[in-house]
């Protein structure tokens, strides 16, 4: 079975979320004294491996003022994944979250105001490198960094409060006359690593009991839970997993949740509403079905497929059932489902699911525990928030263009290895426009 794509839209374009998205809003850069732009770029980052949750480890920076003029300050910026947190902070840095969006997962932001001169053809680092650490939900991570001349904008923000650090100043050291191949190796304007921790995450299914007559709807509420203690991020806009849910015989589907597709009339594969999932995160699958036949007792199976899961090495929670206990025909052909609260309605397949809407006790709109109740199917495909989740092949564009806030470090360009800073506004665009 293929991966599916994850059923709940808040994507950019393919091409703006690998290339384009900046990391800080900025200002009109300043000219040097020759008139020219500043020229700066940053060194390139080893991955970091064999990290345990707790500990910590170095972010080594590099710049280089690549131009023919001396840039009097510069502003440099680092982020980080939701598995890393800061082990040290600097005076003359703030920090701030900024939450999902995108396809991208929550991240962790730093900028800081280096107030000091950078000589032409000059390399410069840190005293020592950026302080890291991997986090109690550390897995699978990134970190990077990257530097700019222009100034944040002074009217964006993060999406959580800026807090100083509190340690000493971060600055900047020479180190020496740039080579060509210094220049080389500093070709770009910001950076980015994997961070890989030694840890697990348990990814669990829960099925269901039901009990009904034939003519009776019943609701299953299959669940997939990460029962941690790491996060997951799986491959960009896919779901981070896939759920296959066979429906017992004797039983038909009246109603199938938004994230899952009809591969066959008995088989459907559900997705996640985010490529990632937190711990005690996961999706609720609704299923209203009608008892066709009275069978004695008839399982379905629900089991994991997808992507690999190397992190989760506890196979005994991998799989799950669908019980549903049928009786002998009910005088009234079917009135009502003796199946306590997962019973459906008697509308032919407009019951209520129970917990499907975004909101309530079985659903969120961030990815943890989320379905959404106005998806629904029709034939073969169901439905979420407008978007029909398919097996494999990527996200599709919805035009929304929810973006980034001030000095915001944007999780895509890390990802996609592009410049950290940029004067686009998306997100101020789309909130006053």
């Not at 929670?317 to 199946?339: F, H, K, Q, R, W």
Request: proline content about 5%.
């Amino acid at each position: 079975m293929g991966n599916v794509v994850s059923g709940r839209r808040t994507l950019l374009s393919g091409t703006a979320a690998l290339a384009a998205v900046a990391l800080i809003a900025l200002g009109s850069g300043p000219a040097l004294a020759d008139g020219t732009e500043p020229d700066l770029g940053v060194g390139g980052l080893a991955p970091v491996t064999g990290v345990a949750p707790g500990d910590g480890f170095g972010l080594p920076v590099s710049v280089l003022n690549k131009g023919t003029d001396t840039v009097p300050r510069v502003y440099l910026a680092y982020s980080f994944s939701p598995g890393v947190e800061t082990a040290e902070t600097y005076s003359n840095c703030v920090y701030f979250r900024v939450s999902s969006y995108d396809e991208q997962p929550e991240r962790n932001h730093a900028v800081c105001t280096v107030d000091q001169p950078l000589k032409p053809g000059v390399l410069y680092g840190t005293d020592q490198p950026l302080g890291l650490r991997a986090g109690a939900s550390a897995l699978r991570d990134n970190a990077g960094y990257g530097v700019s001349a222009d100034e944040p904008a002074p009217d964006e923000g993060g999406e959580s409060e800026h807090v100083p650090g509190t340690g000493a100043p971060l600055k900047l050291v020479e180190r020496g006359e740039a080579t060509e191949t210094d220049r080389a190796a500093h070709a770009r304007t910001s950076v980015r690593t994997d961070v890989t921790a030694d840890s697990t995450a348990d990814f669990a299914l829960t099925g269901a009991e039901l009990k009904g007559a034939v003519g009776d709807k019943v609701t299953a509420r299959v669940k997939f839970t990460n029962k941690g203690p790491a996060w997951v991020q799986g491959e960009l806009d896919t779901s981070v997993t896939t759920v296959d849910v066979r429906i017992p015989a004797g039983t038909s589907v009246v109603k199938a949740n938004g994230f899952c597709s009809k591969v066959t009339r008995t088989h459907y594969a559900c997705g996640t509403s985010q490529s990632w999932v937190r711990p005690t995160g996961g999706e609720t699958y609704p299923f209203v079905l009608r008892i066709d036949k009275a069978v004695g007792r008839t399982t379905g199976k629900v089991s994991f497929d997808g992507q690999a899961r190397p992190f989760d090495r506890n196979a005994a929670n991998d799989t799950a059932e669908i019980v549903v206990e049928t009786g002998e025909a009910s005088s009234t052909g079917g009135s009502g489902s003796t199946g306590g609260p997962d019973s459906g309605g008697s509308d032919g397949g407009a019951s209520s699911t129970g917990g499907s809407t975004a909101g309530s006790s079985d659903a969120t709109t961030g990815g943890d525990t989320g379905t959404t109740g106005s998806a629904t199917t029709s034939g073969g495909g169901a439905t979420a928030g407008g978007v029909t989740p398919r097996t494999g092949g990527s996200l599709a564009a919805t035009g929304s263009d929810s973006t980034l806030p001030m000095a915001v470090l944007a999780g895509a360009a890390l990802l996609a290895g592009g410049g950290l800073f940029s004067a686009t506004r998306r997100r101020t665009a789309a909130r006053n426009g």
